[in-house]
Nanobody, 124 residues
Framework: VQLQASGGGLMQAGGSLRLSCAASGGTFSGYVMGWFRQAPGKEREFVAAVSWSGGNTYYSDSVKGRFTISRDNAKNTVYLQMNSLKPEDTAVYYC??????????????????WGKGTLVTVSS
């Protein structure tokens, strides 16, 4: 499956952005979907994951309560709604597909497909 993320941009602290990741070429509903991010000079980190049906979601502590992950299986798209943005949220955001929640949350070894990133910059 191919993943294409979009929606990044420049935002002031306190603002909101919604990222989208469109999937093609595979059975989207058969994958657990996740979002990761990589800030300059740092390792890629897990942000959020959503189960196959969208009924279960998981977040890193750093974004819990501010970000919401969701998916629309009819549109083969996963979203990341980011509210109350902070400068430390500045990073390249990547969407990813895996076969299990635990695998996606672990990161690299549990990811079957990565999308190209979209840059989010939050100014103070």
């Amino acid at each position: 499956v191919q993943l294409q993320a979009s929606g990044g941009g420049l935002m002031q602290a306190g603002g909101s952005l919604r990222l989208s990741c469109a999937a093609s070429g595979g059975t989207f509903s058969g994958y657990v979907m996740g979002w990761f991010r990589q800030a300059p000079g740092k390792e890629r980190e897990f942000v959020a994951a959503v189960s196959w049906s969208g009924g279960n979601t998981y977040y890193s502590d750093s974004v819990k309560g501010r970000f919401t992950i969701s998916r629309d299986n009819a549109k083969n798209t996963v979203y990341l709604q980011m509210n109350s943005l902070k400068p430390e949220d500045t990073a390249v955001y990547y969407c990813a597909a895996g076969s299990s929640i635990s695998g996606v949350r672990q990161g690299t070894n549990g990811i079957h497909h990565w999308g190209k990133g979209t840059l989010v910059t939050v100014s103070s």
